[in-house]
């Protein structure tokens, strides 16, 4: 199912269905979770597992975990794919077949030659956490292990006059679509101005084409859009979109 697209079909599917997991993007499968239980679902969540991807997971796993049998994670990037994966131990185990995995200064870098066409040599992530080397865990498996993690956050925020709640369907155009003209990005949502402001370094003088993304933010949120180009990005401590309460 496309993370990007999710209604209430999505619902009624996991009601019927009753999945014994469900794998995504963490903000996705909590959009699910609550259209899931505005729809009398909540005994069937109970049955089910997660396994969370493809940004941090700690404010939704505070959430999720009241509803779901077990909340598990994995941890990549879409150049070096998954490169840990949590245990039932809760153990984050560096797939180490196909990963290797260092901290530098408290920062995560990551060394993928499984993938032949562009091997990727200490790739820095921009992520936090330490390695605990050959970590022995009462799962069974003795591998290198992530402990410490703090990734690439976006906020959830669902309120009034929004058509859908904030996530990763929101900012992941941006790169998709529009890397030839935004070098960098974050995204700000000012809920009391029903307002959502992209900041980008722009890659070129002319980014006029920009401006479809803009319309398309808005048409699919509810709330007005701006572009504010800028020479470099605030420092929002790791979050590419956050929510701007005060």
């Given at each position: 199912?496309?993370?990007?697209?999710?209604?209430?079909?999505?619902?009624?599917?996991?009601?019927?269905?009753?999945?014994?997991?469900?794998?995504?993007?963490?903000?996705?499968?909590?959009?699910l979770?609550?259209?899931?239980?505005?729809?009398?679902?909540?005994?069937?969540?109970?049955?089910?597992?997660?396994?969370?991807?493809?940004?941090?997971?700690?404010?939704?796993?505070?959430?999720?975990?009241?509803?779901?049998?077990?909340?598990?994670?994995?941890?990549?990037?879409?150049?070096?794919?998954t490169?840990?994966?949590?245990?039932?131990?809760?153990?984050?185990?560096?797939?180490?077949?196909?990963?290797i995995?260092?901290?530098?200064?408290?920062?995560?870098?990551?060394?993928?030659?499984?993938?032949?066409?562009?091997?990727?040599?200490?790739?820095?992530?921009?992520?936090?956490?330490?390695?605990?080397a050959?970590?022995?865990?009462?799962?069974?498996?003795?591998?290198?292990?992530?402990?410490?993690?703090?990734?690439?956050?976006?906020?959830?925020?669902?309120?009034?006059?929004?058509?859908?709640?904030?996530?990763?369907?929101?900012?992941?155009?941006?790169?998709?679509?529009?890397?030839?003209?935004?070098?960098?990005?974050?995204?700000?949502?000012?809920?009391?101005?029903?307002?959502?402001?992209?900041?980008?370094?722009?890659?070129?003088?002319?980014?006029?084409?920009?401006?479809?993304?803009?319309?398309?933010?808005?048409?699919?949120?509810?709330?007005?859009?701006?572009?504010?180009?800028?020479?470099?990005?605030?420092?929002?401590?790791?979050k590419?979109?956050?929510?701007?309460?005060?």
């Amino acid at each position: 199912m496309n993370y990007r697209a999710i209604d209430d079909s999505y619902a009624d599917w996991v009601i019927e269905k009753q999945p014994r997991i469900i794998h995504g993007v963490a903000g996705a499968i909590r959009e699910l979770t609550d259209r899931v239980l505005k729809r009398g679902g909540k005994s069937v969540l109970k049955q089910i597992s997660l396994y969370l991807m493809s940004e941090d997971t700690r404010s939704h796993r505070t959430f999720l975990s009241q509803f779901y049998e077990g909340v598990f994670m994995g941890y990549g990037n879409a150049e070096c794919r998954t490169v840990a994966s949590q245990c039932l131990m809760g153990t984050l185990h560096v797939n180490m077949e196909t990963s290797i995995a260092e901290s530098i200064d408290g920062e995560l870098f990551v060394t993928n030659l499984f993938n032949t066409v562009s091997p990727f040599i200490r790739y820095r992530t921009g992520d936090k956490g330490r390695i605990i080397a050959q970590k022995e865990c009462a799962c069974g498996v003795t591998s290198d292990a992530i402990e410490g993690i703090e990734g690439k956050v976006i906020d959830y925020y669902f309120g009034p006059g929004m058509k859908r709640p904030t996530g990763w369907w929101l900012v992941s155009p941006i790169s998709h679509q529009y890397g030839d003209l935004v070098k960098a990005w974050r995204i700000e949502v000012v809920p009391r101005e029903k307002k959502i402001r992209v900041y980008a370094v722009p890659k070129t003088n002319d980014i006029n084409r920009f401006s479809t993304y803009l319309d398309w933010v808005q048409e699919n949120t509810g709330f007005s859009a701006e572009l504010v180009t800028v020479v470099d990005l605030p420092d929002w401590r790791g979050k590419l979109l956050r929510v701007l309460e005060n």
